[in-house]
């Protein structure tokens, strides 16, 4: 993707109440490119728990894998005691016809360090799979891919991405495409007060160019949570007389609980051949 193209990519902005507000009114979607905030990260994943693609949905959310890099997973390259898992393939799709391919950029092919929980879901995910291959015997398919079908045949990305955006529609949320859960990785590492280069890492992006630019937008709205957040635990006396919310673990990147029926959750009319490979999108 040149710098031409790169300067045509819309910014990102957060699910904030006021635009889920706005979203269930008129069911107008602010920006191509949206992401959830903490509180909605963890609903969706609270509803997806229990689907055989949560542990790839909890590694996208977490540490910002795009869909090709998590479907092209493999095996072989997650390492659970170094905390860690190494990105040097993924699945692409030409049409409705997939392969399996190398990331386009040298930046793409890396580690990502992984956190203890995230560690303990891909553990558990190996361990049923385990099970699986075991149980069926010469019906299984071998491809060292970390995330497969029943049988181990590799996943087909835009299965993926219908059981998403259905995890979406169920657990209520506003909506967003799955290459967004993407951005929402590093929404949240930057929340969590991660520098711009550690997130650049974490997403391999070619330059921490390419990362300032794409998240501009949301580092306020980060910035003003992160203020909300840190008057919140400042214990006052005074604060239910003056009608303050001191003291409240919520942050007003958080949306609250919905007032009124939204709007049919329709998946985002955008072009989701980002998500296919390295440079579709940042």
Known sequence: MSAGERLLEPHTLVWTPE???????TGAIPCPVMVWTPEQT???LDVAINHPLYPLFHLIAHIGLRRGEACGLRRSEIGLAAGEVRISNQIVQWGWETGESSPKTDESVNAVAID????LVLAQHLAVQDADRARLGSQWKEHDLAFTQWDGSPLHPAHVTDVFYELSRQAGLPPIRLHDLRHGAATLALAAGVEMKVVQRMLRHSSITVTSDTYTTVLPQVAFAAAEATAAIIPRQSARSLGLASGSPTTTMDSPEPEETPPENQNPQVD????????GAP
Do not use: I, K, N, P
């Open 116 to 119: 203890q929980d995230t560690a």
């Open 19 to 25: 635009r889920v507000l706005q979203w269930q009114r």
């Open 272 to 279: 989701e051949t980002q998500d296919l490979g390295s440079e």
């Open 42 to 44: 963890g609903r969706f």
